[in-house]
């Protein structure tokens, strides 16, 4: 199967989608899968300048994991999921938003 991009989870992802319960984690999984194959702007949407999210909902409640590109990497095309959350109202909470920009000025200073 040809996936059109890679995806890492850096620590605090990680932690986040281990806190989840398993069916959930489950349906997060298979998007982050199942985006990997098709482009679905349902699935994965920049959200703003460099991040983007990965999008999931199940039974009422939106699971956001936000990324970015990575520009710098050797592999063709790679994601990095920064951190996650439970989206509670309309908008992204603009510190879920300022964490993965302060995560993703982590990674690149590695």
Same mark, same amino acid.
């Given at each position: 199967m040809d996936f059109r991009f890679d995806v890492e989870f850096l620590q +605090? *992802? /990680?932690n986040f989608i281990s806190s989840l319960d398993k069916k959930p984690r489950e349906k997060v999984l298979y998007n982050i899968w199942k985006?990997?194959?098709i482009? /679905?702007? +349902? !699935? !994965? $949407?920049? !959200? !703003?300048n460099e991040i983007w999210e990965f999008r999931t909902q199940? %039974?009422?409640i939106h699971i956001r994991l936000l990324c970015f590109w990575d520009k710098n990497? &050797? %592999?063709? $095309?790679l994601v990095i999921c920064t951190n996650?959350?439970? $989206? &509670?109202?309309w908008k992204v909470p603009k510190k879920e938003i300022d964490k *993965?920009? +302060?995560l993703m000025n982590k990674y690149y200073e590695l």
């Open positions: +605090e *992802a /990680d985006s990997r194959i482009g /679905d702007s +349902e !699935l !994965l $949407k920049k !959200l !703003l199940y %039974q009422g990497s &050797k %592999q063709p $095309k996650g959350f439970i $989206k &509670k109202g *993965a920009f +302060e």
